[in-house]
């Protein structure tokens, strides 16, 4: 049995680095940028330090650990899920979605939903910063189930209280979760692990999870096919270009043939060179420990060099034995990237960061029935505002920089950049963007149409003063330089007095007083340019002149 691929998602400041410290004992969260993760990094946790963390849990729970190790994968948002992909899918075995406490589901955690459901991920929920649930009494170095027992009933009620709130709002995206402890059916509900890394609780409650649901539903049986996800690119002094990676399928030797996927098609490469994380150690710069190998079999961390390094991030790379097995490789990779860089796909133009950020966006496009055409690497060129121009006069880009020349010609080609770095607001302004768009088709459609409107007059009696503000029932109130007079009906309390050419269809809106309030709806067919608050005034006076003298005795 192979080691589980365990991918944090999540709002980026949802304390997903400091559950890894709490793992590792170490401090990386605090020595990043502002204390926000800045790259994807990879960490083995081995079966010694499960068992020192958890050892207790597991034998209260009865799980015996049969995987050599844990493989965690940190990064900003949702970017190692996403990035670790193979031909469409992630080959991530499980996702931790992390849910601040204190702020519940925020835009990223939206994001971060919508991507598992479309990668059909199965997932938990780590619900951070519980210490600050009032009524904490500093208990520190517990599992959860344990600081239940320890705290009062106070703290206990108003965890209850949040994480319910947790519940409901999980349930509006399809999932039904609960606390961990109370579940029956883990198919069927979403586990919710309540955690505080700063004081180490319930990270054993985490860690148990995640064993005992990865052995038990997931299928970790190493595979066939030699096969290694790319998750960051670096240029190291002495090495040049190296890929950090993840082996999730067979075994990979240096001196094997591959095949990776490069920014224009695909490449034939060699490894000259494999170096594998050192348990417990951070692969991003500066901080991994690397000891070189000669083959890395399923599933490990490690450091790639191959001959000619032109493979994207996010794509992964295939050893091939014969002639046979690489054209295979290459259909499988043409196949699940259809529309990259291609002029003539139809549909909407996406350009992004990487090939699993491309990946992420079609699928959520998919599920909301927005169709996405031609996608690539980096920021539009020329080519791609033509080809949006000859679509739907809009680029999705996430995550590239745009150069003002590009703002400059896009805008005198009529297309509109969306760049976002959250696919979740990505979509949310390509659906405002829709509507504006599909307003401004109507209006120029209509625009010399001859369209019914219908106004509401009401004249309210204060003393000796009478007001008349008209409200737009329905329709368009236009300069009224034709209509098709019929009738107005005049009454109190509902019941008609009097009738008076004027006005077409119109009919009397009862008021609680006729003598202290005169309602009037009116309409007609109108036509030729909004009209002016002062002229909708003088049409109710002229309307209402003749009627104010015999209903309220008053000469206007």
């Known amino acids: 049995m192979r080691s589980p691929i365990c991918a944090f998602l999540g709002h980026v400041d949802a304390g997903k680095t400091s559950i890894m410290d709490s793992i590792r004992d170490t401090f990386f969260a605090y020595r990043e940028t502002g204390g926000l993760t800045q790259n994807i990094g990879a960490t083995e946790v081995p079966t010694e330090r499960i068992n020192e963390i958890a050892s207790d849990l597991l034998k209260k729970f009865n799980v015996e650990i049969k995987t050599p190790s844990i493989i965690f994968i940190d990064s900003p948002g949702h970017e190692a899920f996403v990035t670790l992909r193979e031909r469409g899918a992630s080959i991530a075995d499980l996702a931790i979605l992390t849910v601040d406490i204190t702020e519940g589901i925020q835009n990223q955690t939206i994001e971060s939903i919508e991507i598992l459901k479309s990668y059909k991920t199965p997932f938990l929920i780590a619900l951070t910063k519980i210490d600050t649930v009032q009524g904490y009494r500093q208990v520190k170095d517990v599992s959860f189930v344990d600081l239940l027992e320890k705290e009062g009933v106070t703290y206990s009620e108003n965890l209850d209280q949040k994480i319910y709130g947790l519940v409901s709002e999980i349930s509006n995206y399809g999932f039904q979760a609960e606390r961990y402890d109370r579940i029956k059916d883990f198919t069927k509900e979403v586990a919710i692990i309540p955690v ?5 609780i319930g990270i054993k409650d985490l860690i148990v999870m995640i064993i005992g649901l990865s052995q038990r539903y997931i299928a970790l049986e190493k595979s066939t ?16 270009t190296v890929y950090d990676a993840i082996v999730y399928s067979g075994e990979i ?11 224009d098609a695909t490449a034939e490469s060699k490894i000259k060179a494999i170096m594998k994380l050192i348990p417990l150690e951070e692969s991003r710069e500066n901080f991994g420990k690397y000891e070189s190998i ?3 079999s399923a ?23 014969n002639q046979s097995e690489k054209e295979n490789i290459i259909s499988e990779i043409n196949n699940s990237n259809v529309g990259y860089n291609d002029d003539l796909a139809r549909g909407i133009v996406v350009c992004a960061d990487s090939i699993g950020s491309i990946d992420a966006i079609k699928k959520i496009g998919a599920t909301n029935g927005i169709e996405i055409g031609k996608t690539k690497i980096g920021e539009p060129s020329k080519n791609d505002i033509t080809t949006a121009r000859l679509n739907n006069n809009v680029i999705l880009c996430f995550n590239v920089p745009i150069q003002r020349q590009t703002e400059i010609l896009a805008k005198s080609e009529a297309v509109t950049i969306i760049n976002t770095n959250s696919i979740y607001e990505l979509f949310e302004r390509y659906s405002t963007f829709i509507q504006d768009v599909n307003k401004r088709r109507f209006e120029a459609r209509t625009a010399n149409l001859r369209l019914p409107a219908k106004v509401q007059i009401e004249a309210t009696k204060k003393q000796e003063t009478l007001t008349f503000p008209p409200h737009t029932l329905a329709g368009w109130l236009r300069e009224w330089l034709e209509t098709y007079p019929d009738k107005v009906m005049f009454g109190t309390d509902g019941y008609p007095m009097s009738e008076a050419m004027g006005w077409e269809e119109t009919t009397w809106i009862a008021t609680r007083n006729g003598r202290e309030a005169l309602g009037l709806a009116l309409s007609g067919m109108l036509r030729d340019g909004e009209v002016s608050r002062a002229r909708a005034d003088a049409i109710a006076e002229e309307v209402l002149r003749g009627t104010a003298a015999s209903l309220y005795g008053i000469q206007l």
């Open 196 to 200: 505080s890394s700063v004081n180490n």
């Open 294 to 296: 000669k083959s890395a």
């Open 253 to 263: 030797k240096i001196g094997d043939k591959i095949i990776m996927q490069t920014k």
């Open 299 to 321: 599933a490990t961390p490690i450091r790639l060099i191959v001959q000619d390094p032109l493979a994207m991030i996010g794509t992964s790379i295939s050893v091939f034995k």
């Open 225 to 240: 096919g030699s096969q290694a996800a790319i998750i960051e690119e670096k240029v190291v002094k002495g090495m040049g």
